[in-house]
């Protein structure tokens, strides 16, 4: 059973910075297509960042430029750069494959406020 640990997230102001760490218990980034998803309050899940075993990336246009995905199989973790955050992306970060197959974290509350 694969377990996954968002960690990272926090209160950042609206243009900060912050990075988002996925740890997965096992080996999979090279086996599947990963993603980085969230959810606010009232709104279903959404992906924000997806990447392949082959190493494409895909965004959609509400965070592309600004979100970066990568992972580190060495370390079994996954990481999401985020930029220029705005308060839209107010919401709770999970990781998963995608599509997801995996039990759902806990993901990790980020906060874009003054």
């Known amino acids: 059973q694969v377990q996954l640990v968002e960690s990272g997230g926090g209160l950042v102001q609206p243009g900060g910075p912050l990075r988002l760490s996925c740890a997965a218990s096992g080996s999979i980034f090279r086996f599947y297509t990963m993603g980085w998803y969230r959810q606010a309050p009232g709104k279903q899940r959404e992906v924000v960042a997806i990447?392949?075993?082959?190493?494409?990336?895909n965004y959609p246009n509400s965070v592309k430029g600004r979100f970066t995905i990568a992972t580190d199989n060495a370390k079994n973790t996954m990481y999401l750069e985020m930029n220029d955050l705005k308060p839209e992306d107010t919401a709770v970060y999970y990781c998963n494959a995608n599509p997801a197959l995996f039990t759902w974290g806990q993901g990790t509350q980020v906060t874009v406020s003054y």
């Open positions: 990447t392949t075993r082959a190493g494409t990336t």
